[in-house]
């Protein structure tokens, strides 16, 4: 038996490519119908690019353009080719497909819908503005992993220092702390309205957007007459089965 013959297969595509205005797709086994001037809609996006007139995409055993991405949200994304209708759900999701296809009206609209203007312009505003915060949810989620052997739950100390104000308490309050406090993550101080809950929640979802289980409560220290109590350490709590 001979082996194909790799370099005719790439020069049949693109004929079929310039020859035929319907396209017959197989997105990471997802399959789709449609024409060249719907995939060429936008110029300058990479749907456009892959499906130029010298494309060199590979097609699969029944002669579909195939492309090696997961499909699940390609629909949603050749449907506003077709029409510009934007999709009701999974709005994330196809918001990065838009990105990743570099497809920019659909990537502007989308950006527009309540859910990623919300997401774009208010938290990840602010969260910008919070010093060091995806290096600590790194961190916390590390530390939590190294604690897990043999063991429910994994607890983790957070100190939250919204103000400059709180961050001159540091030191004193890291003091009083009765754990060990070389584990113990900081987040702040930064200079925007969202509230310290503003920004465990943040920190919540962001780490449960990850897979993982999580709780926050604050940390209720032992009351002594001799020493200051603060109000700025919190139990993140990792919860493994």
Not at 230 to 241: A, E, G, I, R
Request: hydrophobic share 35%; net charge neutral.
């Amino acid at each position: 038996m001979s082996l194909p013959d790799y370099k005719s297969t790439g020069k049949q595509a693109s004929s079929a490519i310039s020859q035929s205005p319907v396209v017959q797709l197989n997105v990471g086994g997802h399959l789709f119908s449609t024409t060249l001037s719907t995939l060429r809609k936008h110029p300058d996006s990479k749907v456009a690019e892959l499906f130029a007139a010298q494309s060199k995409l590979c097609t699969d055993a029944q002669g579909r353009f195939f492309i090696d991405r997961d499909g699940s949200h390609f629909g949603a994304v050749l449907e506003f080719l077709r029409s510009g209708k934007l999709p009701t759900e999974k709005i994330q999701e196809v918001y990065k497909e838009a990105v990743h296809y570099n497809i920019t009206p659909l990537i502007k609209r989308l950006e527009e819908t309540p859910e990623l203007f919300g997401e774009l312009v208010g938290r990840q505003q602010f969260l910008c503005r919070v010093p060091h915060y995806k290096e600590n949810i790194e961190v916390l989620i590390r530390i939590a992993r190294a604690e897990a052997v043999a063991t429910r739950h994994s607890t983790i100390f957070i100190c939250v220092l919204q103000t400059e104000e709180d961050l001159g308490f540091y030191d004193n309050a890291i003091n009083s702390l009765e754990a060990d406090k070389e584990s113990v993550v900081t987040f702040g101080p930064w200079k925007a309205a969202p509230s310290v809950r503003d920004l465990l929640d943040c920190v919540r979802m962001d780490i449960q957007s990850r897979g993982y289980k999580v709780s926050i409560e604050p940390h209720v220290p032992e009351r002594s007459f001799l020493s200051k109590s603060y109000n700025f350490f919190y139990k993140l709590t990792f919860t493994w089965w």
